[in-house]
């Protein structure tokens, strides 16, 4: 018996795995398997991390793995685009009809043709390892994927040097934690851990963030900003950090690259000028800045836990620069306790080359397109400027028409005749409805597959805990007998997925203890920058980036203003922010029953001001609207929404929704100051009651 493999009884296996979903906290599983058929999932008590604790959503797997309506066999398209009309296929069928239209397109321009794929898995196998050496070995267009992260992690790259930061365990022993952009009780729940822990102990908690979440409500405090103001919100704390020099000067004049620079444009920013852009008071700045400066004042630790939330605005870039810039102030990296987390992916020594294979498109370099802008791109013609029209799409691992902004773009595009479109999918998603192949995907519980995390720094081996059911195959299977069937023979397309999880970490990480144990903690320092040694050109923390400014860009953060605001949106006054349901993870988990019947329906929470300025009330179905389109959903007047900003929780799928639309009918395909990245959050609406609706469930 293979030795990851506990057998509590004759006909029971416990088998070790990972989450493969797009959260920090990346938990390690057991699967309990009774003949063949899991019947349990369970957070694995042996990894710290996950302690033996999983979220609601993912506690509810087998339920999502047997789901009746799990696509189980390749399906072709009889009806029109979007119909979700298909009929069962043989996969001999499906793949030799697929690779003879790719090769087809290929003859003529390679880069025709675009893989749309992100975080479905977060592994790295069934993720971007044989897919990417398919489509580097074809020419593929390349596509930049900036959906969730890009903004903030650029950010990041030019402030400490990559996404790296405190250790997470640490927070446990933080004096004071400020939960930035981060509804941790529902998004990062194992952070929550630690983050209750300092408090048992006397820390203090202060959550930033336009909703009053879960998180917020367990916090000593909230700081209910408008969206898009935190960049203005960290100046002015330095303005008072600066004012009361509650400043490390030793860390500052060692350990920072643009002090002076950064200190004068810091002093801009008096707290009553951030109190009017933040839509907050001068007394709350004033005492988060109190309440951070005591620590660099009494030598104790002060950690930040930023999250994505915050960067999905014009100036994300800059507000995580400046968020993970604050830190170096006061002199928080010295405790392993203080400094900031956003990210720790970059601490995985990932060999993406070898997994990857980008020397498979040997001379060829082909066009890059973002996958923000899908909705546009779709619907360009040839020219110079882009290249050839996109003829063909394969989408792996996400559901474009619910997720990506401005949807109705993006399903003009989906319904394009002349579009080949393949999705490979667990369920007949939004997305899938527009393919012209679905062809049936393994869940975790299914296949080999290894991990990084972003918000620990364990690596984490998924074994198949279950055969794949039905005619389910791998991601990396379809794409080795496409392979095969393109005629491509180079031997890397042979590598098994085991040998793809070996490839991931070569060396750098004892597979046979990840056998064993299911994950491996990496070896990294308590207070990694407690002297210097950031990960940047300089080594130093650059409050002043050269390569930005060598850009063109200013090499100094600052607050830039959302591309929406009431002044540039006339007719739509009110910010609308778009941050999960709590059951359901981005578009996944939202056609689970046990989930959605919690969830009901699409919710658009409102501040009573803003509900009785509208003449609506809670239980009201109601038009939200914009130049873009709009979408129906019931509203909440609730105390988590605080006034000029409304939540529309998502990501629902259309067809699931009120009436075929969901949130993203309204965001738009406008990009952040750095990283490229879509701008959920800078979004201006109108509410009103709706007049009649016709549901759309089925
Ligand atoms: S908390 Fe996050 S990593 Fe853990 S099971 Fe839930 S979704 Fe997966």
Redesign the pocket.
């Known amino acids: 018996m293979p030795h990851c493999q506990t057998r509590p009884s004759e006909n029971t296996l416990q088998i070790k795995g990972a989450?493969p979903?797009d959260?920090?906290?990346?938990?390690a599983?057991l699967t309990t398997v009774e003949n063949g058929i899991a019947t349990k999932v369970q957070?694995n008590p042996a990894h710290p991390q996950?302690d033996g604790a999983?979220?609601t959503?993912?506690?509810r797997y087998t339920e999502r793995t047997y789901h009746p309506e799990r696509v189980l066999q390749p399906l072709r398209r009889v009806g029109a685009k979007g119909a979700g009309q298909f009929e069962p296929v043989s996969w001999e069928s499906a793949l030799d009809d697929i690779a003879a239209r790719l090769q087809t397109i290929a003859a003529h321009d390679p880069q025709a043709i675009l893989p749309y794929s992100y975080a479905g898995t977060m592994g790295l196998v069934q993720g971007e390892s044989m897919a990417a050496r398919f489509f580097h070995r074809l020419g593929a267009s390349l596509l930049e994927r900036t959906i969730c992260a890009s903004a903030g992690g650029e950010g990041l790259v030019h402030t400490i040097g990559a996404k790296v930061g405190m250790r997470v365990e640490y927070f446990a022993q933080s004096r004071l934690i400020i939960i930035w952009g981060s509804n941790s009780i529902t998004s990062n729940?194992?952070f929550w851990r630690y983050a209750n822990q300092a408090r048992r102990a006397g820390a203090k908690l202060i959550c930033i963030d336009p909703r009053k979440t879960e998180t917020a409500d367990k916090c000593d405090e909230h700081i209910a900003l408008l969206p898009g103001t935190d960049g203005a919100l960290a100046l002015s704390v330095m303005q008072q950090l600066i004012t009361h020099d509650w400043l490390d000067h030793a860390y500052l004049s060692h350990y920072t690259l643009g002090w002076e620079a950064l200190r004068a444009r810091a002093l801009q920013w008096p707290p009553e000028r951030a109190a009017a852009v933040c839509g907050i008071s001068v007394a709350q700045i004033e005492a988060l800045a109190r309440d951070y400066g005591a620590c660099a004042h009494n030598g104790q630790s002060a950690a930040i836990r930023m999250n994505y939330g915050l960067q999905r605005v014009h100036g994300g870039g800059n507000a995580v620069r400046l968020i993970a810039a604050l830190p170096a102030l006061i002199g928080a990296w010295r405790h392993a306790a203080g400094g900031v987390l956003m990210s720790s992916s970059s601490t995985f020594p990932v060999q993406r080359a070898k997994l990857e294979r980008p020397d498979l498109l040997g001379e060829r370099r082909p066009r890059t397109i973002n996958m923000a802008t899908i909705g546009d791109d779709l619907l360009r013609a040839d020219s110079a400027d882009f290249g050839p029209k996109i003829e063909a799409l394969l989408v792996y691992n996400s559901n474009p028409v619910a997720i990506a902004p401005d949807s109705a773009r993006v399903v003009q595009g989906f319904a394009r005749e002349d579009l080949f479109t393949v999705v490979m999918e667990h369920f007949q998603t939004d997305t899938a409805d527009y393919a012209d192949y679905i062809l049936p995907a393994t869940t975790q519980l299914e296949h080999w597959d290894i991990h990084r995390s972003y918000g620990h720094t364990d690596v984490l081996l998924n074994r198949p805990a279950i055969a794949p059911l039905g005619q389910a195959k791998t991601n990396t299977q379809v794409f080795r007998e496409l392979a095969l069937r393109l005629g491509f023979v180079d031997v890397c397309f042979s590598d098994s997925d085991e040998d793809l999880c070996r490839q991931a970490y070569g060396d750098a990480v004892d597979f046979d203890q990840l056998l064993e144990h299911g994950f491996v903690t990496l070896p990294t320092p308590a207070a990694p920058f407690a002297q210097g040694g950031f990960p940047t050109p300089s080594g130093k923390c650059e409050f002043f980036s050269q390569r930005l400014a060598d850009r063109g860009l200013d090499g100094l953060p600052d607050h830039v203003p959302n591309h929406e605001t009431a002044q540039t949106s006339p007719g739509y006054p009110l910010a609308m922010i778009s941050p999960p349901a709590r059951n359901f993870?981005n578009s996944s988990f939202v056609n689970v029953p046990s989930l959605q019947a919690t969830e009901l329906e699409p919710v658009l929470e409102i501040h009573q001001d803003d509900a009785a300025a509208r003449q609506v009330q809670s239980g009201d179905v109601v038009r939200v609207f914009n130049d873009r389109g709009d979408y129906h959903c019931r509203l909440r007047v609730s105390p988590r929404a605080r006034p000029g900003v409304v939540n529309g929780l998502g990501v629902w799928w259309r067809k699931l929704g009120l009436q075929g639309t969901n949130v993203n009918q309204l965001t738009s395909q406008a990009l952040t100051d750095l990283g490229h990245a879509p701008t959920f959050y800078d979004c201006m609406v109108q509410v009103e009651r709706a007049q009649r609706v016709e549901p759309t469930r089925t």
């Open positions: 989450c979903h959260c920090p906290d990346t938990c599983l957070g996950t999983l979220c959503k993912v506690s729940l194992h993870l």
